[in-house]
């Protein structure tokens, strides 16, 4: 305990210093601009800049890219409530009260109970990443090659639950993710594979063109038809909320942050899901559930709270074992891993300041945060009137940027491009872009893990199962499966909703 | 959507067969290092082939009930993807020799022109200030190596 706060203590002797507070503050502000801009999500906001902060070092630029990631959780709610349209995902059950409230002339304090909900359960689970994470970690630190593969196999789970509407689609992304990986060098052997003599090719397809392909770039194809949005036009008063507000929410935000968190830890349970989830939860326990959707306050900050909280407790898994929990955080952990940090249980061992700089900067980030959110909210409303065709080429061109900072060949540009168009392509014919990115991200891990293992045990698989870890990580990974998919089949109206509402 | 499912299947299922292929060309064990490159590139085709048949002959046989719908595209906005892909690679192709500035300013001038319909002026002027701005972010204040061509902009 005070082992891990003397940690913490250090990280932000770190995340203090100068150029990281500056980092951490313009990841803020670019992920709540991300989060405010309908068609711009945290994902591409990420899949952009990674390639560009490699002028950065590395402690700078996860601060920034984490700032981005849960600052966008921020802003994603002031469309929801301005403009009726979701910035995020996980800010859709947020439009259905907050802009009834707006409608009601009560936009400023819908907009101040989301900040200030944001920030009381993004604050409480950060406290829960604090002293859960180097746990897990710490016990993860006898893992060996059969481990590895195991925790491979538990993170590839994730697909489950990724895979959107049909799972066979999702099962077909990821195994077309693991092909795409395996073009280049054989990570055991060196020998070149599915290259036909191209030499960019042999050096393989790096994954963050094809994630600014799939994201940045699909997303701006797939909206060319779409029109700008006008914002509702209403004066914002009562920015600053009453106490009897604030003690009315308050359990909400308790409840909706524990929510949030635990469903944060579970591998493949995005803030798109909890948000519904902690949304659905106060509506059954409340004495009058048929003000939800009509305008209730509850409504607002309980899929704000549980989103924010899961923001943090998806750096739970992240951290200790290196299993992201949803695409924003699979593209960050391409970033730790093109920085060559490794997630998972060495991390915290081998590069200790790295992660509690980080983990302290999501403290200060929350701070910063909450002012950038609740005075300058006024702003971030006007920006929500940037109209599409002037946002979209910008976005090109920095998608573009992030392509070619990766190894500065325009081979990486043209990949971006296809994957873009595939990209399109697959978000028309309903296959998701996730379970791809994740496979094509763990494939290496995956392969090397495994040829190890088998090595070790003259080729006998049942090594997996013979050791104690891995056979109990290989058995989670087979119940979160299962049960995934009992739900999806269990109840498929309800399981199909909240799929389209992951995706 | 069933057409377009039997489409992706039938092409993936196509791809993963020249993997299986190719994968069968390489060695499947190396002496020291144990499974060869080809092994799993072999298995995961192979569940790819799987998986796509699979798909095929749902589609075929009509039992999603998900792809009875109708794919949400219509001609215009098909023509307007294929414009904005085909300006990309133009883009690409010609920064080489127009340099990154100057071939900014054509694609952001040209894209907000299409996009928005804006006046000319406005829209060269946006790709001016793009251009401008990411030049001397990137390229002079970054060092990042971008492609100057015959004008070095």
Redesign the interface.
């Known amino acids: 305990m005070f082992e891990t706060l003397s940690q913490l203590m250090n990280g932000f002797a770190i995340a203090l210093a100068p150029q990281n507070l500056l980092f951490g503050f313009i990841g803020c502000l670019l992920g709540t601009l991300i989060g405010v801009l309908p068609g711009i999500g945290p994902t591409s906001g990420i899949a952009m800049l990674l390639p560009l902060t490699t002028i950065l070092e590395p402690t700078a630029a996860i601060i920034m890219l984490a700032g981005l990631y849960y600052g966008a959780m921020y802003g994603g709610s002031t469309t929801a409530i301005l403009v009726n349209i979701p910035g995020e995902v996980s800010s859709v059950p947020t439009a259905l009260d907050g802009y009834k409230l707006a409608r009601q002339g009560k936009a400023g304090l819908a907009l101040s109970m989301a900040a200030i909900s944001s920030f009381v359960a993004g604050t409480l689970s950060l406290l829960g990443l604090t002293f859960f994470a180097p746990n897990l970690a710490k016990m993860a630190l006898q893992f060996g090659p059969p481990e590895y593969f195991a925790l491979m196999v538990l993170a590839l789970s994730v697909v489950v639950n990724l895979s959107g509407r049909s799972l066979l689609k999702g099962l077909i992304s990821g195994f077309v993710g693991f092909l795409i990986a395996s073009i280049g060098m054989d990570p055991m052997t060196g020998v070149n594979r599915f290259s036909f003599g191209n030499l960019n090719l042999m050096s393989g397809i790096d994954f963050i063109s094809v994630i600014i392909g799939l994201f940045a770039v699909t997303e701006i194809l797939s909206n060319v038809e779409e029109n700008a949005v006008d914002v509702y036009q209403t004066k914002l008063t009562g920015l600053w909320p009453k106490l009897s507000d604030l003690i009315y929410t308050l359990p909400a935000m308790l409840r909706s942050t524990v929510i949030g968190f635990f469903m944060g830890l579970l591998p493949g349970c995005s803030p798109g899901v909890t948000s519904f989830v902690a949304y659905d939860t106060e509506k059954r326990i409340s004495k009058n559930p048929e003000k939800f959707g009509t305008g209730e306050i509850l409504g607002v900050v309980a899929p704000e709270g549980a989103n924010n909280a899961t923001t943090s407790g998806g750096f739970v898994p992240l951290m200790a074992f290196g299993i992201p929990s949803g695409p924003a955080l699979a593209v960050l952990l391409g970033g730790l891993m093109m920085y060559g940090l490794q997630p998972g249980p060495t991390l915290f061992e081998k590069h200790g300041d790295f992660v509690w700089a980080v983990i302290a900067s999501m403290y200060v980030g929350n701070v910063i945060l909450l002012v950038l959110n609740l005075p300058l909210v006024g702003l971030w409303a006007k920006l929500c009137k940037v109209p599409y065709p002037i946002l979209a080429p910008m976005v090109l061109v920095f998608s573009f940027l992030g392509a070619y900072s990766v190894r500065f060949k325009l081979f990486d540009v043209g990949i971006a491009l296809v994957f873009g168009l595939i990209g399109w392509i697959m978000k028309k014919t309903d296959f998701p872009a996730s379970p791809l990115i994740l496979c094509l991200i763990l494939a290496d891990m995956f392969e090397t893990s495994l040829k190890q293992s088998l090595s070790m045990a003259q080729g006998n698989p049942l090594i997996f199962l013979s050791r104690p870890i891995s056979l109990v990580l290989i058995l989670i990974a087979l119940v979160l499966a299962g049960f995934s998919i009992y739900t999806r089949y269990s109840d498929p109206k309800k399981a199909a909703q909240m799929m389209v509402e992951s995706e | ?1 069933r057409k ?2 039997i489409i ?1 299947a039938s092409t ?1 299922l196509a791809l ?1 067969i020249f ?1 299986i292929y ?2 069968k060309k ?2 499947a064990s ?1 002496p020291g ?6 092994v ?2 072999f298995w ?2 192979l ?2 082939a799987f ?2 048949a ?2 095929l002959i ?1 589609n075929i046989l009509n039992l ?1 009930k ?1 792809a009875s719908g109708q ?3 219509n001609r ?2 098909l023509i ?2 294929g414009v ?2 085909l300006t ?2 133009l ?2 192709i010609f ?2 020799y127009l340099g990154f500035g100057i071939a ?1 300013i054509f ?2 001038t040209f ?2 022109k299409r ?4 006046a000319l002026w406005k829209c060269s002027l ?2 001016i200030v ?1 251009a401008v701005v ?1 030049v001397q972010v ?1 390229r002079n204040f ?1 060092s ?4 100057t061509g015959f004008l070095g902009f």
Do not use: R
């Open positions: 959507m377009a499912n992706v993936l993963s993997i190719q994968a390489l060695p190396i290092a144990g499974l060869g490159p080809g799993v590139p995961l085709a569940c790819l998986l796509s699979l798909l749902i999603d998900y794919i949400s595209l215009q906005e307007s993807v904005i892909f990309l690679i883009y690409m920064m080489e900014t694609l952001v894209l907000s996009l928005g319909n804006y946006l790709g793009v990411s990137f970054l990042m190596p971008l492609p």
